[in-house]
């Protein structure tokens, strides 16, 4: 996020605690009126649950707007109305039982001394947080820093990474502190680097993922590094396929674990807002819902991997909201976070027994919002990947993949754009199975997947389509530009260096490619790229074919 965003959002919290201290301002005259008329015997058991009712809602609010005194107060008074409420007889004797309890607890003193409170505000010492840019290069690729003594080992690690798809700088320990890391998605640094160091010398918070690499293997190694506090260890010499898919991994949880749609339910404008404004300037995309009446098509709509839904709004009863979510099947699995400032663990794990699946307790800090989403994000697009992803390379499973190729022809037909289907086979796979081992064979999948990962745009799709065999599909992208970007990866494919039973070897890539929108079905268009793939083939593989380049007798071949 800009720093020109990063002012805006802290302009908006400002605005906010000044609309929340008006209205807090007015809550309190409206709880003094209340209180006096339920003292006069004006009023009964519906005066005390009305003053109750804002009392809960500022002792809720208060602190998150930095008005920490101002909610314990509203907290201890709400406790003192409890009481009375959870009688519901309505008998006349009540009546003198609040008005002797008003009196002797000097209640209505104390509420005015609230008004008192909204000027000591309480700085929580937190900076509001904020996105970090992308980790990549121009060219889409991420960034990896290596940290060796060694010049010309740091360059001969980065040359064997550059075909992965990684983007490689080099730097000497003397430079180790002078290295601006916001751009850098994982560091590789050396064990004696980092032991004499003592310490990672970067802050947990800012830094990316950080690789090991040991000259022993030996447990007190392990031990001795992990204490140090590294994400990720390996030992020479380097197998540079395992490198590169650790390091995958590595980025990809660090990018997860930053992200997620959060769907906020709050009937408290104000909050609803400010928990908004506070997951946005995290990097969460935020659906915002003040009235329950309107959640089922919004959910439909925003799709969220979360809900974080007050217990109390109105008429309307969190735990009833969420049990009736899950009437749905669709939304038996949607992670719900309950926010309320009730404290009672009785009350906590009942609401949690009726729909939910966490409780934070009001005032929620920004760290604690922050972190509770990312953990619960991350949990959530977990779970996600074990149904749609096919578990080797993380990518589309097969049936999911035509799905969204189905889409992206539908959008071209219908937005008259140029978008191409690839059909893509690893060469003579079976070899690399049979001389090196299937779990050689599996990094050589993962190889291509990671690669394709890389060079390819954000917006394409890519799928597994099973074994060897994958499909990507490329919006707003004509053949020639998609065979400049397949010859790219056909290239960069055939430049990694593998490591099986037989010694090192490389690996080819055959495509092929069909314009979706020449074909009045998906599946149609599916086929021609596969049989542009299969002319590949025939052709002597190690490249790519469009379907307009065979001939017709080949177009009316079947593929095999």
Known sequence: MSDEKTADVLRKLDVLKTRFREKASGDINLIELMAMDAAAGRGGQEEVRRAYQVLHRLAGSAGTFGFRALGEEARALELVLKPYLESETGAPGDLSEIHEMLLNENFIGRVRGLESL??????????????????????????????????????????????????????????????????ISVVLIRDDVLIAQEQIPWPSQDRPPIICIGSSDAFDERYRIAALGVDGFVSEPVDVPVLADYMERLINEKMEFGSGRVMVIDDDPELLERYSLILEGGGFEVRRVSSPATVLSALSEFRPDIILMDVQMGNFNGTTLARMLRFDPE????????????????????????????????????????????????????????????????????????????????????????????????????????????????????????????????????????????????????????????????QQMSKIEFTGAEGAFSVTLSIGMASLADYEKSEDAIEAADKALYGRKAAGRNGVTSINDLDWDQKESEPG
């Open 118 to 183: 909204l000027a000591v505000e309480e700085s929580e010492g937190e900076a509001t947080e904020t996105p970090k840019d992308s980790n990549t290069d121009s060219a889409g690729q991420p960034e990896v820093l290596i940290i060796e003594p060694e010049q010309t080992s740091g360059e001969y690690l980065a040359n064997l990474l550059v075909p992965h798809g990684f983007s490689v700088q080099c730097a000497t320990p003397r430079e180790l502190f002078s290295k601006d890391l916001s751009r």
């Open 331 to 490: 939304w038996v699995g949607l992670h719900i976070i309950f926010l309320s400032s009730e404290e009672d663990s009785e009350f906590q794990f009942d609401a949690l027994s009726q729909g939910g699946d966490d409780f934070l307790t009001k005032p929620v800090s920004d760290r604690i919002l922050l972190q509770a989403a990312r953990v619960r994000c991350y949990r959530a697009r977990q779970l996600d990947k074990l149904a749609s992803r096919d578990s080797l390379t993380g990518l589309l499973k097969h049936s999911l993949a035509k799905s969204e190729v189905g889409k992206e022809h539908g959008r071209c037909q219908r937005l008259d754009y140029p978008s191409v289907v690839a059909m893509l086979d690893l060469d003579h796979f079976k070899q690399v199975n049979d001389r090196h081992g299937h779990r050689v064979g599996d990094l050589v999948i993962k190889g291509l997947a990671n690669l394709l990962r890389h060079r390819l745009r954000k917006t394409d799709v890519i799928g597994r389509y099973g074994g060897e065999e994958f499909i990507v599909a490329l919006p707003n992208c004509t053949l020639e530009n998609a065979r400049r970007s397949m010859e790219a990866v056909c």
